[in-house]
């Protein structure tokens, strides 16, 4: 697994398979996301079976596929919403991370600066400074 934090509450990753979520659990973590549409992955790597595996390690395990199409303002709230609700730290994970550190830094700059919000997404390895204008735009 290559977890990268991106604050205390949240962290990403790259694709993680069933057999990483008792690890996960171990680490502390309390709820998985998957950004991941099934469409990207082999059946054993889908939503249902890694929800499987994460109740099985005592997980909370959510669903929320994002694309380019599916990046809307709902579900930045909704994966706000999910992070929030945690009992714990959560981790979030798609293809490269990337698509997770996307929908944080979308909602993230309701509350913090936009330079912040850049910056802790680029300390774990995500350049998103061609979101910039939009995070502005997002920030007013």
């Known amino acids: 697994m290559d977890i990268r934090p ?13 057999t990483d979520l008792a690890a996960l659990k171990a680490a502390g973590f309390t709820k998985v996301i998957c950004n991941r549409p099934d469409a990207e ?7 249902e ?9 005592g997980l909370e395990f959510v669903v929320l596929p994002l694309t380019h199409q599916t990046m809307t303002p709902e579900a930045v709230v909704r ?3 999910e992070v929030e609700s945690s009992t714990g730290p959560v981790l979030a994970y798609c293809a490269s991370g990337t698509r997770c550190t ?11 600066s936009v330079d912040e919000t850049l910056a802790l997404a680029a300390r774990a390895g995500y350049d998103l400074a061609g979101l910039r204008p939009r995070l502005e735009q997002i920030a007013g």
């Open 6 to 18: 991106i604050t205390p509450r949240y962290a990403v990753s790259p694709q993680i398979a069933p």
């Open 41 to 47: 992955n082999p059946p054993a790597w889908q939503a």
């Open 49 to 57: 079976a890694m929800a499987v595996a994460a109740k099985a390690a």
């Open 79 to 81: 994966q706000a919403q």
């Open 102 to 112: 996307v929908i944080w830094a979308l909602g993230a700059v309701a509350t913090q």
